[in-house]
Nanobody
């Protein structure tokens, strides 16, 4: 069992940056690939980024590529999502997710562990 707790959300202006953190506890964190998803009001949850167990492989949604960076610190059992050049369309609840596999995935059902979410609002 893995418990995930997100933090770092908030209200920012377009063009600003935020860094989300996801602290993991419980089962061995280092064996899990991790991901970030988001859900805007009235929309389905969508993939944002994923990172492999080793941290070597990453994948991003086209909408955030070159603006967001996912990383992990195994010593701290934490996954990060650095978000730069934020846009109003990035407004959503952001969820951290973990899966019982070393490989990355862009599909929400393949993740068995979820955090409670953190709100990110980008508004002038």
């Amino acid at each position: 069992q893995v418990q995930l707790v997100e933090s770092g959300g908030g209200l920012v202006q377009p063009g600003d940056s935020l860094r989300l953190s996801c602290a993991a506890s419980g089962r061995t964190f280092s064996s899990n690939a991790m991901g970030w998803f988001r859900q805007a009001p009235g929309k389905e949850r969508e993939f944002v980024a994923s990172i492999s167990r080793s941290g070597i492989s990453t994948r991003y949604a086209d909408s955030v590529k070159d603006r967001f960076t996912i990383s992990r610190d195994t010593a701290k059992n934490t996954v990060y999502l650095q978000m730069d050049s934020l846009k109003p369309e990035d407004t959503a609840v952001y969820y951290c997710a973990g899966r019982s596999s070393w490989s990355i995935s862009t599909t929400a059902p393949e993740y068995g562990y979820w955090g409670q979410g953190t709100q990110v609002t980008v508004s002038p």
